[in-house]
T-cell receptor, first 112, second 115 residues
Framework: QKEVEQNSGPLSVPEGAIASLNCTYS??????FFWYRQYSGKSPELIMF????GDKEDGRFTAQLNKASQYVSLLIRDSQPSDSATYLC????????????FGRGTSLIVHP | EAGVTQFPSHSVIEKGQTVTLRCDPI?????LYWYRRVMGKEIKFLLH????????ESGMPNNRFLAERTGGTYSTLKVQPAELEDSGVYFC?????????????FGQGTRLTVV
């Protein structure tokens, strides 16, 4: 089982809709969770991080963490074509590691 | 503030040749990381420098890879001799002292193709 799993997609949503991106992780002791956005040919950029169970909102983005079920999700409200990118989930696993482990990323396409 | 810069942006070399990738972190960032993404796979951690010291090199695939960070500024990653499976995008990232990777900033990557 991969440590951090994401559906590679592509996930296609119409402009204005809510895009829901999901990520599951295998290490129950994981503490920190990150969402990066990567445009084609560009570097990954951090858009959200979350440590506690529940929701964390920042503008149109909401990160949701459920440690019991070992998943973290990213919701993008009012999706725009400019949100089209690959979204990478990263998890800091337990056991003293402080380097995040990345999933493969989910490709999101927002069509007008 | 200049971001993390990597050079070259693309490199095509033949199997058996040597290639050196360079990363210039953001000024003042003691933490420097190398990652690699092979096509269709996830971004994989290679190693982590704190200033000039290798803090964690558990992700280095084999001894054909050598990373250095002399003087604690820029870093190089040398692959010698390169093999076909080394092809991928090599990312460098940096973060401030004490903030290990919460706010890591990535460079645009070097796309390495070994033919």
């Amino acid at each position: 089982q991969k440590e951090v799993e994401q559906n590679s997609g592509p996930l296609s949503v119409p402009e204005g809709a809510i895009a829901s991106l999901n990520c599951t992780y295998s290490d129950r002791g994981s503490q920190s969770f990150f969402w990066y956005r990567q445009y084609s040919g560009k570097s990954p950029e951090l858009i959200m991080f979350i440590y506690s169970n529940g929701d964390k909102e920042d503008g149109r983005f909401t990160a949701q963490l459920n440690k019991a079920s070992q998943y973290v999700s990213l919701l993008i409200r009012d999706s725009q074509p400019s949100d089209s990118a690959t979204y990478l989930c990263a998890v800091k696993l337990s056991g003293g590691s402080y380097i995040p482990t990345f999933g493969r990323g989910t490709s999101l396409i927002v069509h007008p | 503030e200049a971001g993390v810069t990597q050079f070259p942006s693309h490199s095509v070399i033949e199997k058996g040749q040597t290639v050196t990738l360079r990363c210039d972190p953001i000024s003042g960032h003691d933490n420097l990381y190398w990652y690699r993404r092979v096509m269709g796979k996830e971004i994989k951690f290679l190693l982590h420098f704190v200033k000039e010291s290798k803090q964690d090199e558990s992700g280095m695939p084999n001894n054909r890879f050598l990373a250095e960070r002399t003087g604690g500024t820029y870093s190089t990653l040398k692959v010698q001799p390169a093999e076909l499976e080394d092809s991928g995008v090599y990312f460098c990232a940096s973060s401030r002292p004490g903030e290990v990777s919460t706010e890591a900033f990535f460079g645009q990557g070097t796309r390495l193709t070994v033919v």
